[in-house]
């Protein structure tokens, strides 16, 4: 039986593991974590993730290697890259894993970005304010998830306070754009080279974190643009899996804000709004069997649950929504589930979801 390695055992983990049964193939886990949510789909591996002894079983009883999270120590995986093959390429998850680089990415591909600059301390932040503007957002380099590790300044006099308040250096300063709605680019690439994307997916922050993902957006031209900068980065990256860029709308254009090497919460809806998920094609590119259809099925709406799960979660179901539970323990600002609903017509998903929102009620998502 086909045997895919996975580091990272969390909700993502749990979704390409279910994805993998459709495909007759089997997701081992590589997470230190107690009773992580992958646990429900495969066999957990319980070391931490750059354990060599745990890496090489992985290497060894795997015929491929990949990873549900962005912030997997590359050195760790290089070590077992000639024993088995390892998707996506760690040059991508290299490169993910520093927004700076991430940035120069997008620069060297003429894919248009907000204004940036490398702070590495308060006088470099002084000179920041002037090439980027105000507001600015301050956010570290490094293992940033969930809006963590950002600060939002609006005036000079807060900039020493901003910067004191992100020990985790280096950081970046960046533009804060007042963009007109967040989109994704969902793209997937086999080890042959076949390439699909989904269609683009509109999602709604709060604090930082994604909270609501409605699909498919229907704006031909920037379903284009945003094809042509998802398909530069895969190229570039000699991509094998599937890829998430996130983008800023600003009237017709679209600047571009971070791509994540892997499975994406705004790709959720594709379980059951798409042909085939974003798990079994990730799994279908990882193994080089030929790509799924990414054709949406209906008008899909997510809404993650966020801190807190409903005393009746089942109540969610009504009308045919289709519920997540990744079975995690509650915390504040915590990613424990989501809903996602398929209607003929964008109107009734809309309808669909702002009756979701209110059995929901007002939900704080806001992390500690
Ligand atoms: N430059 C910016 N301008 C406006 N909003 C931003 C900017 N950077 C981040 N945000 C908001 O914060 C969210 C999280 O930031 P992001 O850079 O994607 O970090 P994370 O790695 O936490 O997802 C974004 O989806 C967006 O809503
Ligand atoms: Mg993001």
Known sequence: MTRVGIVGAGQLGQMIGAAGKKLGVTCVFLDPADSPPAETVGTVIRKPFDDATALQELARDCDVISYEFENVPVAALQAIADAVPV???????????????????????????????????VADLQGAADHVGLPLVLKTRRFGYDGKG???????????EAFAALPKRPLIAEQWIAFDREISAIGVRNRKGDLATYPLTQNEHRHGILHTSIAPVENAMLAALAEDYLSRLLLQLDYVGVLALELFVVGDTLLANEFAPRVHNSGHWTIEGATT???????????????????????????????????????????GAALHDYGKVPRRGRKLG?????????????HQLAMLAEKLGDTDPRPD
């Open 150 to 160: 950002q600060v939002v300044v609006s005036s000079r006099a807060e900039l020493p």
């Open 338 to 350: 989501h809903v996602t609903v398929i209607a003929a017509d964008g109107a009734t998903r809309d």
């Open 87 to 121: 998707y996506p390429p760690l040059a991508a998850l290299q490169q993910a894993q520093d927004r700076a680089h991430e940035k120069a990415l997008f620069e060297e591909l003429e894919i248009p970005l907000p204004r940036w600059q490398n702070v590495d301390s």
């Open 277 to 319: 998920s974003q798990f079994e094609n990730h799994l279908r590119a990882v193994l080089d069997l030929p790509l799924g259809a990414t054709t949406p099925t209906g008008h899909a709406g997510m809404i993650n649950l966020i801190g807190t799960m409903p005393a009746d979660p089942t109540a969610l179901c009504a009308g």
